[in-house]
C-alpha cells in the first residue's frame, strides 16, 4: 500500500467518535505496523518540559524498558532537543542510541508539534538496515499533523 492510500484511514482512525485518545494512538500504531512492512515497532513518547523527559504513549511491538527518557539521550531524547526529523539508517553506527533490542537495525523519529510547541514524537523501529526514505519522513509528518488535532 502506498503513503498517500493509507493517509485515509489514518484520517479516519484519528476521527473515530467511539475511541478515547490513547484507544485512537495505539490503533493508529497498529495500522501503520500492519500496512508498512518494514514498521516494526511503532509508538509515541510524550514530553514533560519541566522535567526534561519523555514519556512512553501508546505503542504496538515488542515490550521495551524505555519508558522513561531524558531530553538528549538517544534518538528520541535528541529529537526532543533538536526539534527535527532523525533518521537512523544503522543503528550500530550511532553513538547515542539506546538499544531496545538486538532485532533493532534502523530507527525513525519525527517530532510532533502542537501550536508550534514540540509535545513528543512519533518513534519507529525496523528489523531492516536503511529502509526509510523521505518518503516516510513526509508521511509520518502529515502522520503527526493529524495526531496534533487530538491536543
Not at 517530532?111 to 508521511?139: A, C, M, W, Y
Request: net charge negative; with cysteine.
Amino acid at each position: 500500500m502506498k503513503f498517500d492510500e493509507l493517509k485515509i484511514e489514518v484520517i479516519s482512525i484519528l476521527s473515530s467518535e467511539n475511541a478515547d485518545r490513547d484507544e485512537k494512538l495505539k490503533s493508529l500504531c497498529q495500522f501503520l505496523s500492519d500496512n508498512v512492512d518494514y514498521y516494526n515497532w511503532v509508538g509515541f513518547y510524550f514530553a514533560n518540559h519541566e522535567n526534561k523527559t519523555l514519556h512512553l504513549g501508546p505503542y504496538v511491538g515488542a515490550e521495551t524498558d524505555h519508558t522513561l527518557i531524558p531530553f538528549g539521550k538517544g534518538i528520541c531524547g535528541q529529537v526532543a532537543e533538536s526539534n527535527a526529523n532523525f533518521v537512523v539508517p544503522d543503528v550500530a553506527a550511532q553513538d547515542n542510541y539506546i538499544a531496545c533490542s538486538f532485532t533493532v537495525k534502523s530507527e525513525i523519529v519525527v517530532p510532533l508539534f502542537v501550536n508550534g510547541i514540540n509535545i513528543g514524537q512519533i518513534d519507529i523501529d525496523s528489523h531492516v538496515i536503511d529502509p526509510f526514505t523521505e518518503k516516510d519522513e513526509r508521511f509520518l509528518e502529515f502522520v503527526n499533523q493529524e495526531v496534533a488535532k487530538l491536543f
